[in-house]
T-cell receptor, first 112, second 115 residues
Framework: AQSVTQLGSHVSVSEGALVLLRCNYS??????LFWYVQYPNQGLQLLLK??????LVKGINGFEAEFKKSETSFHLTKPSAHMSDAAEYFC??????????FGAGTRLTVKP | GAVVSQHPSWVICKSGTSVKIECRSL??????MFWYRQFPKQSLMLMAT?????????EQGVEKDKFLINHASLTLSTLTVTSAHPEDSSFYIC???????????FGQGTRLTVV
């Protein structure tokens, strides 16, 4: 069985500051890991995914995440926050069946 | 990228009635489709997984007689909420994947309000 834990339900940063959203996973098989962003009343937009290739994954909108097996982590980062980054972010894990299990979500607030 | 279309995007229905939500893959064959529900300010919870032509597999605690899932073709799955009650009000999201693909693509979601 797979699961993810997102540390921090709410993260607040200033515009231009580093964004760090934390995600730890648990999986009995090599995991596929994902980060999604969700704006109010909308579906999910894929930011990036890890599928056992490079451990440092670059995504859209300047986001990237690093898969660290030793720490069972897949934290999401962005060097400089933009106001438009304010949204809900979900980490997800899937095994071979593509049935994703989502973390509780982290709401990112960006202050001007 | 692959596109999944969900319809309607929002629906209001009376308590006791049934409502159907459609999920379509527009440019690929969705061999597997997933249905999730999301309560306000909460995460997505997997309700069921359906493979084309087979009965859906429901997650523990999800009533299969209340949430009817049909996946009769490679491009369409439907979720019917039967005898809806206000506590069924939620955001329902589908996703679809093709074959051995490592990624599932999400629809834009349906907000169901039962009054």
């Amino acid at each position: 069985a797979q699961s993810v834990t997102q540390l921090g339900s709410h993260v607040s940063v200033s515009e231009g500051a580093l964004v760090l959203l934390r995600c730890n996973y648990s999986s009995s098989v090599p995991p596929y890991l994902f980060w999604y962003v969700q704006y109010p009343n909308q579906g999910l937009q894929l930011l990036l995914k890890y599928t056992s290739a490079a451990t440092l994954v670059k995504g859209i909108n300047g986001f990237e995440a690093e898969f660290k097996k030793s720490e069972t982590s897949f934290h999401l980062t962005k060097p400089s926050a933009h106001m438009s980054d304010a949204a809900e972010y979900f980490c997800a894990v899937s095994g071979e069946g593509n049935d994703m299990r989502f973390g509780a979500g982290t709401r990112l607030t960006v202050k001007p | 990228g692959a596109v999944v279309s969900q319809h309607p995007s929002w629906v209001i229905c009376k308590s006791g009635t049934s409502v159907k939500i459609e999920c379509r893959s527009l440019d690929f064959q969705a061999t597997t489709m997933f249905w999730y529900r999301q309560f306000p300010k909460q995460s997505l919870m997997l309700m069921a997984t359906s493979n084309e032509g087979s009965k859906a597999t429901y997650e523990q605690g999800v009533e299969k007689d209340k949430f009817l899932i049909n996946h009769a073709s490679l491009t369409l799955s439907t979720l019917t909420v039967t005898s809806a009650h206000p506590e069924d009000s939620s955001f329902y999201i589908c996703s679809a994947s093709e074959g051995l693909s490592t990624e599932a693509f999400f629809g834009q979601g349906t907000r169901l309000t039962v009054v």
